[in-house]
């Protein structure tokens, strides 16, 4: 049982995804914060100003637009930046190190481990 943890563990994968999450909420974390500092007030001075812009009201409820806008460049360049960060340079060290022979390797066993998920859970729905 303990060796199985360790298999699992030391597969790659794990270390890969925690490295992609930490990355990624230290992405996010730097992106929030420069839309609050940069974003945010340039959308306030873009749509009126002051303490209306980004903003109308209708009935006494208001309706934040510009926090909207914030959200969406966030998104946008949060998602840029995770590519140009992390994915981009992942697969050119991935070209540099794997050879194709050793690519298609990977590939191959990731279907294989794929197919015998696929197999075992069939097995378990037949009677």
């Known amino acids: 049982m303990i060796q ?18 930490v990355m990624g909420a230290a992405l996010t974390a730097l992106v929030a914060s420069f839309g609050e500092a940069f974003l945010n007030p340039l959308i306030t001075l873009v749509t009126g100003g002051a303490e209306m812009g980004g903003s109308f009201t209708v009935n006494d409820v208001e309706f934040p637009y510009g926090a909207f806008i914030n959200g969406l460049l966030v998104f946008f360049l949060t998602a840029l930046a995770v590519y140009f960060v992390i994915v981009l340079p992942f697969n050119k060290l991935r070209e540099r190190i794997m050879t194709p022979a050793e690519e298609e390797k990977v590939e ?17 729905r037949q009677p």
């Not at 943890?5 to 790659?12: N, Q, S, T, V």
């Open 4 to 21: 199985g943890f360790k298999d699992f563990l030391m597969r790659g994968n794990v270390v890969e995804l925690a490295v992609a999450v």
């Open 108 to 124: 191959r066993e990731e279907q294989i481990v794929l197919l015998e998920e696929i197999r075992d859970l069939l097995r378990q």
